[in-house]
Structures are given as structure tokens and as C-alpha cells.
């Protein structure tokens, strides 16, 4: 059939630091209770102050390395997703580079939030199929603590997130039989850009009016920590992510029941509770770490796959169907054979 691309290494790493719900407790006047009720999440990782987004970005990324049996300097383009960079400009997976050591090659960040990951292996699917590149290290990290209101104010996201990053090498596979090779069959990739503002950080920005991008009275108002529409986010998270599997799962002739592993965005586990009602899924097929590590955003797929397969839930042939949601809003979904 040809030339396809398909993952050959993950990776994952958290901080070593954990706060249990009720460490925030009185931190954000909120209850283990609440938070486990309406989200799922049991626990979540927060950086020390000293460690960036790209520093978590490395360790996963050499673990993917290491896994897909690769030197570094096999790679040759790293795709890097998150909302947390090091620094506005320029492009944390700059900086992930100069820390592995690797200049010259190709670098690309990319702004996709939530769906970050399934736009980043979209993109590396049409690399490795143009033939320009050979070992692409695709990447999802987030460090959320050091931006999050830990008030009482920002309680209604606060909690919800978590600090982390994973990885994966994507490589070209020659593909003879689509429903049986190990590749990625498709990814769909969508957004929304008129429901912008139901989940964003608003400053600093130059579309203030004025001179400068920041000033006292934004960060009075808290517009530097995010912003959530959280019941609308919810419903178009469902709608979205049920739509999206279902296309693509019609695209490529594969049944619900012929997915092995179900690894959703791990925004809320109703959420994903949801979609698996909508659709009428096994929802013991559906591999969730919302509980440990909160919302982990660009991170949390290619970190669902590497705990999937510590866990003994996702072998090599196994079938992969994903899907996510958020900020953009945007959205997507991707199928693959491990
Ligand atoms: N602890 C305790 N109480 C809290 C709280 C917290 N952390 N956060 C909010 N509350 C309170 C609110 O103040 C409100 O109180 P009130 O009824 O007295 O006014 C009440 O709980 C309900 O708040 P609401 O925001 O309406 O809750 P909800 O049922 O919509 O649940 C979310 C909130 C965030 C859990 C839910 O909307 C959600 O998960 N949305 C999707 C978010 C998401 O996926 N984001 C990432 C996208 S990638």
C-alpha cells in the first residue's frame, strides 16, 4: 500500500511532587469531595520552582528515545505542543533541543492545547510520508502550577490540572495490509476559533488596548491566570469527541468493538464517561489517569499510552482509538495500530 508512519518509542515523565485534593483544600476552599465528585481527579503532580516546561519535555523525550531503541541524535525534527512554554517566545521546543543537545535539526511548536498531541502526530504523519524526515520525536508538556490562581478566585479550574509531559518517535513503516500493519490509519483535526474565549489565558496579550501588552489593573483583575466556561466546555467536549471517533472510525471501516485501548483526553473523567454512554463503548476499554495526574493538557494522551502499557492494557498490534478536546476550542481524532 505504501509508505506510512508509525510509533516506535513513548516516553512519560511527572514531577516527583504530589498534592493530594486535600492539600488544596484549604489552599483554594474546596473539598476532596467536590473535586472527586465532579471530576475524577484524585491527585495531580506540581513542579518544584526551580523545573520548566522543558526540562519535564526532556525527560519524557528521553525516554521515547530510549524505548524506540534510538540514539538522540537519530532525530531529526521534534514536534513540540503545550500552553505552559517557558517563556513567550521563543517556542519551548527550541529550548527542549538546546537541552538535548541537538541543534540544527527541525523544530516546530504548536498551539493546539488539549489536542495538542493529535494534531502533533498528524503533523509528523505528513513529514514522515513526504519522505523529509525519518525519526520525529512528538511531544506534550505542560507545567500548569506555576500559572494557576491557587485562591479561593481560581478554585474552578485549579484544581483540575496537572504537571507533566510525554512522548512518542514516530518513524516511516512500509504498510501492506492497512487494517493489520502497525500505523496511524488517520487522525481528523478540527477547531472552532468563535468559542475562543470559553477557555483562555487572557493576558498579557497586544490585543489590550494601549501600549503595552500588561499592565497592574489585568493582573488585578486575575486575566494573567485562565479563564473556563466550564459547563460549555463540558457539553462540546462530549459532542465533539463522540463525533470526531465516530467519523474516524467510519473513515477507516473499524468498529468500536475491534478498538483495543481507548485513550481519551483526560479532561474529566464524566466527561469521558459520556462519550463512552454516547456511543455506546465498553468503558473498561477506556484507559484513564485523570485520577493521579489531573488534566495534564498537550500531555496527556502519549502519557495515557505509556502508563497503558506499564499497566499491561496496550500491547504492540494492539488497536488505538483517541480522541480530545479543548481550548480553541479545537479538537480531533486519531487512530492507530501500535
Ligand atoms: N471546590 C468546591 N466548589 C467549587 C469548586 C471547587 N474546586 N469549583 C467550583 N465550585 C462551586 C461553584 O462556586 C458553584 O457553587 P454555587 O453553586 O454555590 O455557585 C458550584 O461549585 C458549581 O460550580 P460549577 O462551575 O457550575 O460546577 P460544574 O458542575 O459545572 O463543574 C467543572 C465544574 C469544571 C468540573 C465542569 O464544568 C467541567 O469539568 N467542565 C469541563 C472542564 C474542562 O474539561 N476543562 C478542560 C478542557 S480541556
Request: with cysteine.
Amino acid at each position: 500500500m505504501g509508505i506510512g508512519s508509525r510509533i516506535v518509542g513513548v516516553g512519560s515523565y511527572v514531577p516527583p511532587k504530589i498534592y493530594e485534593n486535600k492539600d488544596l483544600e484549604e489552599m483554594m476552599d474546596t473539598s476532596n469531595e467536590w473535586i472527586v465528585q465532579r471530576t475524577g481527579i484524585e491527585r495531580r503532580h506540581w513542579v518544584d520552582p526551580k523545573s520548566s516546561t522543558s526540562d519535564l519535555a526532556l525527560e519524557a523525550s528521553l525516554k521515547a528515545i530510549k524505548d524506540a531503541g534510538l540514539e538522540k541524535t537519530d532525530i531529526d525534527m521534534i514536534i513540540l505542543g503545550t500552553l505552559s512554554p517557558d517563556h513567550d517566545f521563543p517556542g519551548t521546543g527550541c529550548f527542549l533541543q538546546a537541552k538535548l543537545d541537538l541543534p540544527e535539526i527541525t523544530v516546530l511548536d504548536i498551539r493546539q492545547q488539549c489536542t495538542g498531541f493529535i494534531y502533533g502526530i498528524s503533523i509528523a504523519d505528513k513529514f514522515i510520508k513526504s519522505g523529509s524526515h525519518k525519526n520525529i520525536l512528538v511531544v506534550g508538556a505542560e507545567v500548569h502550577s506555576k500559572g494557576l490562581d491557587k485562591t479561593p478566585r481560581g478554585r474552578g479550574v485549579s484544581v483540575l490540572f496537572g504537571d507533566g509531559a510525554g512522548a512518542v518517535v514516530m518513524q516511516p513503516v512500509e504498510v501492506n495490509d492497512p487494517k493489520k500493519d502497525p500505523h496511524l490509519m488517520t487522525t481528523r483535526l478540527h477547531a472552532d476559533g468563535k468559542y475562543a474565549k470559553e477557555l483562555w489565558l487572557p493576558a498579557p496579550g497586544m490585543a489590550f488596548e494601549g501600549s503595552e501588552r500588561w499592565s497592574e489593573e489585568l493582573m488585578a483583575e486575575g486575566l494573567h491566570y485562565p479563564q473556563m466556561n466550564g459547563k460549555v466546555v463540558f457539553v462540546h467536549a462530549v459532542k465533539r469527541m463522540a463525533e470526531s471517533l465516530t467519523a474516524a472510525c467510519k473513515e477507516t471501516g473499524i468498529k468500536f468493538e475491534d478498538v483495543d485501548c481507548f485513550l481519551f483526553h483526560q479532561a474529566n473523567l464524566r466527561i469521558n464517561s459520556k462519550v463512552a454512554e454516547v456511543l455506546g463503548l465498553d468503558e473498561s476499554k477506556i484507559f484513564n489517569t485523570i485520577q493521579d495526574f489531573g488534566n495534564t493538557t498537550a500531555a496527556t494522551i502519549p502519557l495515557g499510552m505509556d502508563e497503558a502499557i506499564k499497566a499491561g492494557k496496550l500491547k504492540k498490534g494492539d488497536l488505538v482509538a483517541s480522541a480530545a478536546f479543548g481550548s480553541g476550542f479545537t479538537w480531533g481524532s486519531a487512530i492507530w495500530r501500535y
